[in-house]
């Protein structure tokens, strides 16, 4: 084998390494992305059966209810247009009430459930994380409100 074909060898193997191990890296971090969805497009079928995403709104008003002698809470989250029930088993944030701007991690089961593993409620009352204000906003929109 001559020296310029074995050089030849060697940078083909390095550029080929290279692409297979961005592959991977994207691959990766499309498998960690959280996507954002409204009460609305869940009630459309737009999010994905088999992986955790992210549902926005607002706490509907007089929704939560607390198991007795148990960390789980159940509570609907709004846009107000449609209504997505949430269950929670954790300490939720100092913030979280009814009325408020609330973000919940996790998945929605078969009876169209949401089963959230993560709460934020927004830090202060003059702020609202942008993808809920505009959710809430066209809801509102769509009831003619």
């Given at each position: ?52 995403f992210r549902l926005g709104g607002m706490v509907l008003d007089g929704s939560v209810e607390r198991e007795a002698g148990s960390l789980t809470v ?72």
């Amino acid at each position: 084998m001559t020296p310029r074909r074995r050089r030849m060898l060697l940078i083909g193997s390095v550029l080929l390494g290279v692409v297979v191990s961005a592959g991977l890296a994207l691959r990766a971090f499309e498998q960690n992305l959280l996507y954002f969805f409204s009460p609305s497009e869940v009630a459309a079928g737009e999010v994905p059966s088999e992986r955790a995403f992210r549902l926005g709104g607002m706490v509907l008003d007089g929704s939560v209810e607390r198991e007795a002698g148990s960390l789980t809470v159940s509570f609907v989250v709004t846009d107000y247009a449609h209504q997505i029930p949430v269950t929670y088993t954790g300490v939720l944030p100092d913030l979280f009430q009814e009325g408020q701007g609330v973000v919940a991690r996790g998945r929605l089961d078969p009876s169209g459930h949401f089963a959230a593993e993560e709460v934020l409620a927004k830090h202060d009352e003059n702020y609202m994380p942008p993808e809920v204000a505009e959710a809430v906003a066209r809801g509102r929109e769509a009831q003619g409100q």
